[in-house]
């Protein structure tokens, strides 16, 4: 059977809008480099809201018996994940665990830079190269 104009068409639209279907268009921007945080804005809010768990430094806050414990967030482990992964465990929280949800308290912007703050955790303690 001869591919007719109007068969041709409707193939070059079917396949245009399966493709849109598997990118990014309309998806909020996961993959945006923590690069464009701002490290010191993104230490004052993890001063006021992550040093309780997380600690100054990171590795987590002593004292402080959490089941299971808070990451130690300078750790290869930590540091290797992508920004993006990080992202969503900062926006969406880590199920059975004390980590909730930031998604309510920070905004998108304040998630990036806490999460290049988190970034210099990991340099400042040889955790990322």
Same mark, same amino acid.
């Given at each position: 059977?001869?591919?007719?104009?109007?068969?041709?068409?409707?193939?070059?639209?079917?396949?245009?809008?399966?493709?849109?279907?598997?990118?990014?268009?309309?998806?909020?921007?996961?993959?945006?480099?923590?690069?464009?945080?701002? @490290?010191?804005?993104?230490?004052?809010?993890?001063?006021?809201?992550?040093?309780?768990?997380?600690?100054?430094?990171?590795?987590?806050?002593?004292?402080?018996?959490?089941?299971?414990?808070?990451?130690?967030?300078?750790? @290869?482990?930590?540091?290797?994940?992508?920004?993006?992964?990080?992202?969503?465990?900062?926006?969406?929280?880590?199920?059975?665990?004390?980590?909730?949800?930031?998604?309510?308290?920070?905004?998108?912007?304040?998630?990036?830079?806490?999460?290049?703050y988190v970034r210099v955790l990991g340099v400042?303690?040889?955790?990322?190269?």
């Open positions: 059977m001869p591919i007719t104009g109007r068969m041709l068409v409707f193939c070059v639209l079917l396949a245009g809008l399966s493709g849109i279907g598997f990118s990014n268009l309309g998806v909020k921007e996961l993959v945006t480099s923590a690069k464009g945080g701002d @490290p010191v804005s993104g230490r004052e809010i993890y001063v006021n809201t992550c040093i309780r768990c997380h600690g100054i430094d990171g590795k987590g806050a002593l004292g402080i018996k959490l089941v299971p414990s808070p990451a130690d967030l300078t750790t @290869p482990d930590v540091q290797n994940r992508l920004d993006g992964t990080l992202f969503r465990r900062i926006h969406e929280g880590k199920p059975n665990t004390a980590m909730g949800a930031w998604k309510h308290s920070l905004s998108d912007e304040e998630i990036w830079d806490v999460l290049s400042e303690s040889g955790g990322r190269p």
